[in-house]
T-cell receptor
Framework: RKEVEQDPGPFNVPEGATVAFNCTYSNSASQSFFWYRQDCRKEPKLLMSVYSSGNEDGRFTAQLNRASQYISLLIRDSKLSDSATYLCVVNGAGNMLTFGGGTRLMVKP | GAVVSQHPSRVICKSGTSVKIECRSLDFQATTMFWYRQFPKQSLMLMATSNEGSKATYEQGVEKDKFLINHASLTLSTLTVTSAHPEDSSFYIC????????????FGPGTRLTVT
């Protein structure tokens, strides 16, 4: 079983739609969680950290369910510029960050 | 914000030659830097963890004699791909973690290596 699992997609949604991505992780001792965004042929960029109480940053909302070892990212009012691959990232053994395979989002006009 | 630079951004070399990639943290000190490799349409794969002043820790399956890592200062780590072969062609990305508390990693822009 992979340490961090994500549905690879692609998710094809129209502009203005709400889309949600999920991620599961295997290490119950993990303490830190992040969502990164990676554009094609570019490096990953930190989108937001994920806190136990859930957190929101503009159109983006992240949720963490420790009991189910599950993380989600919700994007409201999708923009064309949101098209990218979204990486779920968890700190694993030895405090090393482990990346999921990414979920590809394509927002269409 | 934290900025990490990488040089070169793109390199084409002949099979059998060596290529050095530099990773620098520009506005913070990084006690730990990471080297990743990403093949097309695949996820980032951690190759090694580089700690300033000590030997790098390599992930299973990564040849330490082929991928030489040096982390000589708190702002610079280098990856040298020795005797490169076409199968080494990939996108190599470094990242750095600030020495201050926090696990966020900041990524360099990546180096696209093509071995002919």
């Amino acid at each position: 079983r992979k340490e961090v699992e994500q549905d690879p997609g692609p998710f094809n949604v129209p502009e203005g739609a709400t889309v949600a991505f999920n991620c599961t992780y295997s290490n119950s001792a993990s303490q830190s969680f992040f969502w990164y965004r990676q554009d094609c042929r570019k490096e990953p960029k930190l989108l937001m950290s994920v806190y136990s109480s859930g957190n929101e940053d503009g159109r983006f909302t992240a949720q963490l369910n420790r009991a189910s070892q599950y993380i989600s990212l919700l994007i409201r009012d999708s923009k064309l510029s949101d098209s990218a691959t979204y990486l779920c990232v968890v700190n694993g053994a030895g405090n090393m960050l482990t990346f999921g395979g990414g979920t590809r989002l394509m927002v269409k006009p | 914000g934290a900025v990490v630079s990488q040089h070169p951004s793109r390199v084409i070399c002949k099979s059998g030659t060596s290529v050095k990639i530099e990773c620098r943290s520009l506005d913070f000190q990084a006690t730990t830097m990471f080297w990743y490799r990403q093949f097309p349409k695949q996820s980032l794969m951690l190759m090694a963890t580089s700690n300033e002043g000590s030997k790098a820790t390599y992930e299973q399956g990564v040849e330490k004699d082929k991928f030489l890592i040096n982390h000589a200062s708190l702002t610079l780590s280098t990856l040298t791909v020795t005797s490169a072969h076409p199968e080494d062609s990939s996108f190599y990305i470094c990242s750095a973690r600030d020495k201050e508390p926090g696990l966020e990693q900041y990524f360099g822009p990546g180096t696209r290596l093509t071995v002919t």
